[in-house]
């Protein structure tokens, strides 16, 4: 057998097994064989011809797979490990040892010689009983193993697994899924991927260890029904994850918590439970739009955290909360300060999470070119985690920032890696939600903007992009009005969307249609639908549509009970969106009351 050792590495070309002191290295094959290839022809500049007719034998790629496998074996080995000649290819460069084991021969007279200064093993004990001895042990060792996995949910040693929880069991088991569906597609496709591989109210569990100087960290997602839970902790053994983990979920699952469609019915049920579970409520506020009660119950949580890792977690879930109410100031010192602390951990996919959510406030800030740099530091973090879907959002947020610049040709070449990643790494179609957003913020209002959005709204619906469908429908219901399109106005109306959404798209087009008790009567119908689910933008849209067709003397508008509750309940966010729209229906209303 033949392994090549380098630095703390040891690579096994045969069997494509990288360890870095003796634990196994999670690597995609395609690396694996690129490494290979290196190792094996260390002596020579290896072209970029040679190295796709060797490692992508027979297949029809660009030579941008090369140059992603090479950055994630320089993001794991260092980047003067692989030597880049331009115009001639690429050279390993690190000091290896190459060990072939051979098994010794040993003559029959050399064995008669070395025979009798052999001790015999186990103190002279003949060896059907070391055989006896050896079978028993093996038979107890395999009874306990079968008890403790049994009664418990089986540690994630593995880099990567997924298991599955069935209803009112107590036990996980390792799920066997089908091919192409795997621990790595539950996070990053998981309604489609529960869809493919769950049973009726089952949970599908996945989880990613990193090894740490404190331990591990392991990253995890829970897809139920109608609800998933995701997130990192830090544990000093896979053991201490797994009863962590494996209490939290249970005592979520019994509550129904991840068979709950709203958000303030999934609140509810956290709030029954002793867990320490404050980032997934201060989340659900964030869905319910309630930021103001999100930042509070972070800075509570902030007080006392347990470890770095959790301190920076909730430092870089506070900037979520404060870029979405537009506290750009905050926003910013609270990632960087998340950034800072993470360092101690490092685990690479949520770096560049973290990276990213920095760009989006330098973006703010206009600072574009450190925004930039930043996400190159994104995507090779992406690339390091072997994470092709964060990498995929970096590109895209990098085609952003490029076109705000005016850096067109730059800006469709990020685009263009971020499409090309779905295809190389076979990701689902659904991800090309992201990209058509991307194109059509890119684009700006107009004709081109709704060509992006038709697109989305003809693809399958996932939850997974529900803000992105919610966006796209909202943005042609007010082009089509504007155009008098009514039919294709209500043609959106959609399953998928909330009640209260339906009803406001009816509203207004029977408002536009000059049809104003009709349209009225729809537009209080989902005000107050919108109240009653919680849903914040759908009930102040309504709101503003009622306020901005109040008359002098209409007894089905209360004009001065929805400027109280548009002042009381406006976010940041949707004031500085209506603001216009808002001032003018304020004058016009008030007008309209003013007697003669």
């Known amino acids: 057998m033949r392994t090549y050792q380098f630095g703390e590495f040891e690579f096994d070309p045969d069997q494509l097994v990288l360890k870095q002191h003796g634990q196994i290295v999670s690597l995609n094959e395609k690396a694996c064989l690129l490494l290979a290839l290196l190792l094996e022809n260390r002596d020579k500049i290896l072209s970029k011809d040679t190295i796709l007719d060797k490692v992508w034998t027979n297949r029809v790629v660009t030579e941008q797979v090369i140059f992603q496998n090479i950055s994630l074996l320089r993001s ?92 009112a069991a107590q036990e996980f088991r390792v799920q066997s899924l089908q091919a192409g569906l795997s621990a790595q597609a539950l996070f990053d496709s998981p309604h489609r991927t529960y869809a493919q591989a769950a049973n009726a109210e089952e949970l599908l569990v996945a989880t990613k260890n990193f090894p740490v100087k404190s331990g591990m960290v392991v990253s995890f997602i829970v ?119 993470q360092e101690a951990v490092e685990v690479a996919p949520l770096k560049a999470q973290m990276l990213m959510t920095l760009s989006w406030s330098l973006l703010v800030d206009n600072d574009l070119r450190q925004g930039m740099q930043v996400l190159n530091q994104a995507v090779a973090s992406a690339r390091a985690a072997q994470e092709p879907l964060l990498e995929l959002n970096a590109h895209r947020i990098q085609a952003f920032m490029a076109s705000k610049a005016g850096l067109t040709e730059l800006a469709h070449t990020q685009m263009g890696l971020a499409t090309q990643l779905i295809s190389l790494n076979q990701l689902a179609d659904e ?77 207004s087009v029977l408002l536009a249609q000059q049809k104003r008790a009709e349209g009225l009567k729809e537009a209080l119908q989902s005000f107050q639908i919108a109240q009653l689910a919680q849903s914040k933008t759908d009930a102040l849209d309504s709101a503003l549509l009622l306020l901005q067709h109040a008359q002098s003397g209409d007894t089905m508008v209360d004009a001065e009970g929805l400027k109280s509750y548009l002042t009381a309940h406006a976010t940041r966010r949707w004031r500085d969106q209506n603001s216009r729209a808002l001032d003018a229906a304020i004058r016009l209303s008030s007008s309209e009351l003013q007697p003669n």
């Open 223 to 341: 897809q139920g029904p109608q609800r998933s839970w995701q997130d990192f902790i830090l544990v000093k053994t896979a053991k201490e994850a797994q009863h962590k983990l494996s209490a939290a979920i249970l005592a979520l699952r019994d509550g129904n918590y991840f068979s709950l469609s709203h958000p303030q019915q999934a609140l509810a049920v956290l709030q029954m439970h002793q867990n320490d579970l404050g980032a997934e409520q201060a989340r659900l506020y964030m869905a319910l739009e309630e930021y103001d009660k999100a930042a509070a119950l972070v800075e509570r949580q902030l007080l006392a955290p347990d470890n770095n890792l959790e301190k920076a977690l909730y430092l870089w879930l506070k900037a979520q909360i404060a870029m979405e109410n537009k506290q750009f100031p905050v926003a910013r010192a609270s990632i960087e300060a998340a950034l800072t602390i």
């Open 431 to 507: 991800h090309l939600v992201l990209l058509l957003s991307t194109q059509a913020w890119m684009a700006g209002p107009g004709e081109a903007a709704n060509g992006f959005y038709q697109q989305i709204l003809s693809r399958p619906f996932t939850p997974q992009y529900q803000k992105d469908f919610n966006i796209a429908a909202k943005q042609l219901r007010q082009s089509y009005i504007q155009q008098q399109r009514w039919d294709e106005a209500l043609a959106l109306i959609a399953p998928w969307q909330r009640d209260s959404f339906q009803s406001l798209t009816r509203a």
């Open 76 to 167: 794991i080995f260092g980047e003067t490990a692989i030597k880049t000649f331009p115009k001639k290819g690429y050279q390993w460069q690190s000091p290896i040892i190459d060990n072939c084991h051979q098994p010794t021969e040993v003559t029959g007279q050399d064995k008669n010689k070395d025979i009798a200064q052999v001790p015999k093993p186990f103190g002279g004990l003949s060896r059907p009983t070391v055989y006896g001895l050896g079978i028993a042990i093996l038979l107890i060792v395999s009874v306990l193993w079968y008890r403790l996995y049994t009664l418990s949910p089986p540690a994630a040693l593995q880099p990567e697994q997924i298991f599955v929880l069935a209803p």
